[in-house]
């Protein structure tokens, strides 16, 4: 069965996303907070579809303001059920609104998001899972994990003979120090 390495390198969708974002190590936490909101709104569907909605997300969630969408009440969560730009799953809405107040309040205590994932760094998948499944809501395992594979934290975005993987050696992901 072919794997992302396989599918992805040419596709118009798919090839920029594993060329130049999938396994490399991500700080800003907007771009997080978005890597982790995608891959909620996956569940269920294939990568494509939430690729082809990836505009509509950023258009949607107001540039993923972390803080903006922290303050998201009725009239936020009908607009966003309402527009079939997206993918309109009442719980998956509630969970990015959820997990934004919840990196606020990471925030106060660790300055940002990518400070608390740096701060728990390293743990192995399962410890991972366990702390999203703590502190977020729809984050279960194949959540927590493609995101902490996309942003660094856990190897296994790219096979060793992926080109890719090469270049991503080279900005030493956090799982790379890993002892």
């Given amino acids: 069965m072919p794997d992302y390495c396989d599918i992805a390198p040419e596709h118009e969708i798919h090839g920029?996303?594993?060329d130049n974002e999938y396994g490399f190590p991500e700080k800003d936490d907007?771009?997080?907070f978005e890597r982790?909101?995608?891959?909620?709104n996956q569940a269920g569907l294939s990568w494509l579809t939430v690729l082809k909605k990836r505009d509509n997300f950023y258009r949607a969630f107001n540039g993923y303001n972390i803080e903006l969408i922290a303050n998201y009440g009725d009239y936020d969560k009908k607009?966003?059920?309402?527009d079939n730009s997206i993918i309109r799953n009442k719980l998956k809405i509630n969970s990015v609104i959820y997990n934004a107040n919840k990196i606020m309040i990471i925030k106060k205590e660790h300055s940002t998001f990518s400070n608390w994932l740096n701060n728990y760094h390293p743990l192995k998948?399962?410890?991972w899972v366990a702390l999203f499944k703590d502190n977020f809501k729809f984050t279960g395992k194949e959540i927590t994990g493609e995101f902490l594979m996309s942003t660094g934290y856990l190897s296994g975005a790219?096979?060793?003979?992926?080109p890719i993987f090469k270049k991503i050696l080279e900005l030493k992901p956090p799982w790379m120090n890993i002892d």
Wanted: charge should be positive; aromatic fraction near 4%; include cysteine.
């Fill in 36 to 40: 982790l909101v995608l891959e909620i």
């Fill in 16 to 18: 920029p996303y594993h």
């Fill in 30 to 32: 907007s771009k997080l």
């Fill in 125 to 127: 998948k399962s410890q």
């Fill in 79 to 82: 607009r966003l059920m309402s």
């Fill in 158 to 162: 790219h096979r060793e003979d992926c």
